[in-house]
């Protein structure tokens, strides 16, 4: 069974500009959390379901994606002042 599931994602693996497309739109758009359904209508080119289905998976697990009931979220912040803050700060 677990064979089975691994040549399933074979058969949809994301390309690298996929996976950047994907991101640029969850990072420019303007609400907070956006659906699945919007998010494929969003994207300048149609991607399978089980490919963005894996491209999300991985987007969540290098924690720059949350998934929750309301949608997807973007939380990945590359400010570097931010960083030093939180390396700094004091845990409460």
């Known amino acids: 069974m677990a064979k089975q599931v691994q040549m399933e994602k074979l058969e949809h693996s994301p390309?690298?500009?996929t996976v950047f497309m994907v991101e640029n739109v969850l990072t420019n758009m303007d609400?907070?959390?956006i659906t699945i359904?919007?998010?494929?209508?969003r994207l300048p080119k149609q991607i399978n379901h089980n490919t963005l289905k894996i491209i999300l998976e991985y987007l969540e697990k290098s924690n720059k994606i949350l998934?929750?009931?309301?949608?997807i979220t973007w939380i990945h912040n590359t400010n570097q002042n931010l960083k030093r803050a939180i390396a700094a700060g004091v845990e409460l």
Not at 37 to 41: F, G, P, Q, S
């Open 15 to 17: 390309t690298l500009n």
């Open 67 to 71: 998934i929750t009931m309301k949608g």
């Open 31 to 33: 609400e907070s959390a």
């Open 37 to 41: 359904a919007e998010l494929k209508r």
